[in-house]
């Protein structure tokens, strides 16, 4: 199946049902290892990306993409503010011209998007982040994908591998962000931005690929 418009919105949809939904979690995890409040900015971000779809048509996906990062980087705030913000330009940059993405397109965007957020983060693989999730997940994909898999079949292995990079994290010590400054005491916790980054995958699966597995 190809990706139009409408499932992009779909899944934007998606997003801010699971941050609304998820919202007392994420700013739980948050409220051990940060300031308690990633669930709080997820779903202020993405209500307004949400309030926003109700009015907007006739956007190409690229400009929908680039609209939804405007809008997380002016009201989401924290450090997952101008991530997320990132993560979405760079994915909406990557669909320029598009009115369908096919499997290939989803990769390449998803990936620009995870390449924005190491720039932008400066965060590897390991240092308790949101990365933690985002990059095994796109290896994942891309594997799928060359195995010649649907894109069902590679949002699955994406969100699966975005769970397990977001346990990972739970016996890491954090080396970016707000957590970072609990040295040790960082340890022992999952990461709320890994976990707001499983979500964001498992809506995607959810939303393009059909039912989820369990
Ligand atoms: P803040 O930490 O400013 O309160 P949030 O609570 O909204 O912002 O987001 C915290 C999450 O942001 C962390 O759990 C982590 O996953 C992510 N994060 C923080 N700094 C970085 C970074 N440099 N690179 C990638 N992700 C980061
Ligand atoms: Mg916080």
Redesign the pocket.
Known sequence: MAVGREEVAAWLEALAAAYEENRGWLTQL?SAI??A??GA?MDRGFRAVRAELARATGHDIAALLKQTAAILIKT??????P?YGTFFLRAGAACAGKTALEPDDVARAFEAGVEG?RQR???EVGDK???DALAPALIAMREALAKGGDLGAALAAAAAAAESGMRSTVPLQAR????SYLGPRSVGHQ????TSAWLLLRAAADAWGGKRAG
């Open positions: 948050d940060g300031d409040d990633h900015n989401v705030g924290g450090a997952s503010g991530l957020v983060g400066k965060a982040t949101m990365v970016k962000g707000r957590a990461d709320p931005g890994a």
